[in-house]
């Protein structure tokens, strides 16, 4: 059980990363995390707790690559007050260090599980199976973004930049299209796990309302103004400047 938890971690950072604006094959996050979602729901103990932290570290693992060995702002970064510098870059110490740190603390919280839901009735049951780990994605999103230097990369919300399913975002922010994109993919491998029609009919009507219900509004002509503005650039590393 645990060889098929890491296959279908990789299968599904490999998705995600197909997904991202890196590659620009958008659509495919909307399976993505089926693979990794279905094991995290069907098996027991570490294998289930593995799939969707392990797929999401080796995912922002693979968003590394061009960058590496040292990133494309080599010498650039002047003197950090946490000296996380290797050959004027800190691509390496978040690649080796930071990334697989982050995997365990997702890991030891059981990202990707749903809390207990025993009480639940079976209908309620399958709305936490899917809508659980979609805030939990998004507020993971949130945490990252608000927080990490790096700004936005990684999350899933960027890859529906260029279509019709990012005008979701008018509605509540990038945030809703990471429920929205988690929702759907827990409710595609709820179906495949348990074999129930609802939860991929659910996740069904979500990905089309998503692709078309908000795209009308987004059609709509808008009033605009495009401005530019003009920053001098700088070397950090220049300290007397």
Known sequence: MMRAAIAAALA????????????GAGWLVWIALVPAA??????????GRLAVPLAYAVYLELLFV??????????LWGDPVVPILVGGSPVLVVALVL??????????????????RRRLGRRM????????????????????????????????????????????????????????????NYGLALALVRGRAAPALAAAVVAIFAFTGVQAGADQP?????VAAVQPGYHTSEEDR
């Not at 061009?66 to 010498?75: E, I, R, V």
């Not at 709305?127 to 507020?139: I, Y």
């Open 125 to 184: 049951e399958a709305v936490v199976l899917m809508l659980a780990p979609a805030l939990a994605w998004a507020a993971l999103e949130v945490v990252r973004v608000k927080f990490d230097p790096g700004g936005p990369w990684g999350a899933v919300y960027l890859s529906q930049a260029e279509l019709g399913s990012g005008s979701l975002g008018r509605l509540a922010g990038p945030w809703l299209i990471t429920v929205a994109i988690v929702a759907v």
């Open 12 to 23: 599904s950072a490999a998705l995600l990363w197909g997904a991202s604006p890196s590659v």
């Open 99 to 116: 990334i697989p740190l982050l995997g365990c603390a997702l890991y030891l919280a059981d990202f990707g599980r749903p809390w207990p």
């Open 38 to 47: 279905a094991v995290a729901l069907a098996a027991p103990g570490r294998a």
């Open 66 to 75: 061009p960058a590496l060995p040292f990133g494309l702002a080599d010498g």
């Open 222 to 226: 808008e009033d605009s103004v495009v």
